[in-house]
């Protein structure tokens, strides 16, 4: 099956500093990535998604100039949370797929804690 | 996308058969039905999706009614590592926004 990986796996950060979080699709192109994140207890949320090449698409309520999405290549995308402050500390989950299948593949996701 | 509605949980024996159920009572003819599981930590894990037909596949079996308003994922000997959220997420296929939207889903503990 397809294989997404995120790097790192957890990471603690002071209040206004910056994190980046890698997703990679190991063994195939993917044209569309997505990023979720998940607070203790709930759902995934979607935050945006993003096509190889262009800008992402923000879903309502998620800052684009906080959380910049970087998908420069069909195996890689980046999220960096900006000026990271306590109520950014959430679990980060992306997902890629390709053309020509519909199912979505994730990563293990990412626990981000800012102190 | 249609909505769907799990029970918030369920129990299930060890080695017994585990099925899961899911109304999607507005589904619309284009429309996929999904199941993907999370394990405490870990990010979700696809398991099967169907159209119409029932479909299976080495994780599970995924059975839809003739009317296409609900449906059921079975795993067929449940066992521990089994213990997850289970989303049932229903979608248009190569839509141009290809997200997922996940409910709350119905949480499986497998007891010994």
């Known amino acids: 099956g397809a294989v997404v990986s995120q790097h790192p796996s957890r990471v603690i950060c002071k209040s206004g500093t910056s994190v980046k979080i890698e997703c990679r699709s190991l063994?195939?192109?993917?044209?569309?990535m997505f990023w979720y994140r998940q607070f203790p207890k709930q759902s995934l949320m979607l935050m945006a998604t993003s096509n190889e090449g262009s800008k992402a698409t923000y879903e309502q309520g998620v800052e684009k100039d906080k959380f910049l999405i970087n998908h420069a290549s069909l195996t890689l995308s980046t999220l960096t949370v900006t000026s990271a402050h306590p109520e950014d500390s959430s679990f980060y989950i992306c997902?890629?797929?390709?053309?020509?299948?519909?199912?979505?593949?994730f990563g293990p996701g990412t626990r981000l804690t800012v102190l | 996308d249609a909505k769907t509605t799990q029970p918030p949980s369920m129990d299930c024996a060890e080695g017994r058969a585990a099925n899961l159920p899911c109304n999607h009572s507005?589904?619309?003819?284009?429309?996929?039905v999904y199941w993907y599981r999370q394990i405490h930590s870990q990010g979700p894990q696809y398991i099967i999706h169907?159209?119409?037909n029932n479909e299976t596949n080495e994780m599970a079996s995924l059975i839809i009614t003739e009317d296409r308003k609900s449906s059921t994922l079975i795993l067929p000997h449940a066992t521990l590592r089994d213990t997850a959220v289970y989303y049932c997420i229903v979608r248009a296929s190569f839509t141009g926004a290809n997200n997922l939207f996940f409910g709350t889903g119905t949480r499986l503990t497998v007891i010994p």
């Open positions: 507005t589904i619309s003819g284009n429309e996929y």
């Open positions: 063994d195939f192109q993917a044209t569309t």
């Open positions: 997902s890629a797929s390709h053309a020509g299948t519909d199912t979505q593949y």
């Open positions: 169907g159209l119409k």
